[in-house]
């Protein structure tokens, strides 16, 4: 590709951000969250009709919605290759997660809204409609001068974690089969920083129930000698830190794994997590070696009497729900049972324990040793001026894992428009719209120098 044309091709998708913009606030202000007990079904099913007419109008053939297994529509598309050309997969997903907390939103989260600081909230923003305008973007800007053939999907429920689209691709193999996979759901280590995902937590939850008497009795009658079992559970759930440091400390998994890619500047981390000021970090190392390289738990809630109400009564039972997030190169069925272990293993006074295992999702490495990657890092420094950097993430994306079963030979990429300050899953929810531009940029013209290095060889 020449200057020129890098230049024209740059143009085109500035040019396109004002439309960006609209199609953005269109797929923003449909409330597709795929739980019918918080919103209609049928949101879900206009986001999707949404996507399909749109990247049929951007040029792929035979758009249609299909359904999977758990009741979802995934959008499914393709555009045949020139002859020689390799095959991409689009991926990306229209569903959302639930605004949450509607009066923590400082606008409405299904109106897209540019505030002074120029960023676009709203709830999808980033993640995943701002990667949906990012593909068409690129797309569109392209036009009928695309090198490669595609294949596309839009899943309708990540969020709910329900696995249609995983088990649909089990049994439609052919329809997503490609060279390379661009799974775009992940994005940037910051703002003007081109970065691939290549590497992500897996996942083990459980439920841990403790129970050390056959009722509650009277604390005045009873306490002392009648054992308490959420302070029982307390106890336990208190050996998964270490007192002092607060690292993760589960027996049997090793804690202590060192990432090598891009780092995470401690400073950024406590603004980006909203860290009170005087409360310290937990655990041991570099920040991106706690949330990319080691086992972190997390005790996601507790079942045990409120404060409101709670009765002059020692508790009879208690339970808690403890999430796990395992680093690529370990097992999570292995961690799971590491963790229920430890926890039988620390209850105390011969409390009765109980675990029901929840669900458990692999670790997910890239290989970045082939040609898309390379054709990757060229076009991330022609839009970004630096080379690309690589990043891991905590979030579990069980999709990467059944691609990389179902299709050993072709490239995983992840990457697309989040970063830190978007505040996905949270209120006020966020996209830089110059990441959108940037990535769609980077997308097209990794696309175009993927077909020309799979043209010579």
Not at 42 to 65: I, K, P, S, T, Y
Not at 106 to 119: A, K, M, Q, W
Not at 296 to 322: E, F, H, K, M, N
Request: negative net charge; glycine residues 10%; aromatic residues 6%.
């Amino acid at each position: 590709m020449t200057a020129s044309q890098e230049t024209e091709l740059g143009a085109r998708i500035a040019a396109a951000m004002t439309r960006a913009k609209s199609d953005l606030a269109e797929l923003v202000a449909i409330p597709s969250v795929a739980d019918p007990r918080q919103y209609p079904p049928e949101e879900c099913r206009r986001a999707a009709q949404w996507v399909a007419d749109a990247f049929g109008e951007a040029g792929l053939h035979d758009v249609h919605l299909a359904e999977t297994p758990d009741g979802s529509s995934a959008v499914i598309g393709h555009r045949p290759p020139p002859p020689g050309a390799p095959t991409v997969l689009l991926y990306c997903h229209y569903d959302v997660q639930p605004p949450l907390d509607d009066a923590a939103w400082n606008t409405p989260p299904f109106t897209l809204t540019e505030r002074e600081d120029g960023r676009w909230y709203g709830r999808g923003a980033a993640d995943c409609k701002g990667n949906i305008v990012m593909h068409l973007t690129a797309l569109r800007a392209l036009g009928d001068d695309l090198p490669v053939g595609l294949k596309f999907v839009a899943e309708g429920s990540e969020e709910q974690g329900t696995g249609g689209l995983e088990q649909y691709l089990v049994q439609h193999r052919e329809q997503f089969l490609a060279d390379a996979l661009l799974v775009c759901d992940t994005g940037n280590a910051q703002v003007g920083t081109g970065t691939a995902t290549v590497t992500l937590r897996g996942l083990a939850n459980l439920v841990v129930t403790v129970e050390t008497l056959e009722g509650e009795v009277h604390s005045g009658m009873f306490g002392g000698p009648a054992p308490d079992a959420l302070a029982a559970l307390v106890q336990m759930l208190s050996t998964l830190r270490d007192p002092r440091t607060g690292a993760t400390t589960v027996a049997g998994l090793d804690c202590e794994g060192v990432w090598e890619g891009v780092g995470y500047d401690e400073e950024t981390f406590r603004a980006d997590a909203g860290v009170l000021e005087g409360v310290r970090l937990t655990g041991t190392g570099t920040v991106a070696d706690r949330l990319w390289a080691r086992p972190a738990v997390t005790v996601l809630g507790i079942d045990c009497p409120p404060v409101v109400g709670s009765a002059a009564s020692v508790p009879a039972s208690a339970r808690a729900r403890v999430s796990l997030r395992v680093p690529p190169g370990t097992s999570a069925d292995a961690a799971c049972e590491a963790l229920a272990r430890h926890l039988r293993d620390a209850a105390p006074w011969g409390a009765r324990v109980a675990i029901e295992t929840e669900s458990a999702g692999s670790p997910f490495r890239a290989a970045t040793d082939g040609p898309a990657y390379r054709a990757l890092g060229a076009a991330m420094r022609q839009v970004y001026g630096k080379p690309l950097a690589f990043l891991g993430q905590g979030g579990s994306i069980p999709l990467c894992n059944v691609l990389g079963e179902n299709y050993p030979g072709a490239e995983i990429i992840l990457m697309g428009v989040e970063e830190p300050r978007c505040l996905i899953h949270a209120p006020n929810e966020s996209v830089d719209p110059t990441e959108i531009e940037h990535m769609a940029h980077v997308e097209a013209l990794f696309l175009q120098q993927f077909a020309r290095a799979h043209q010579n060889g």
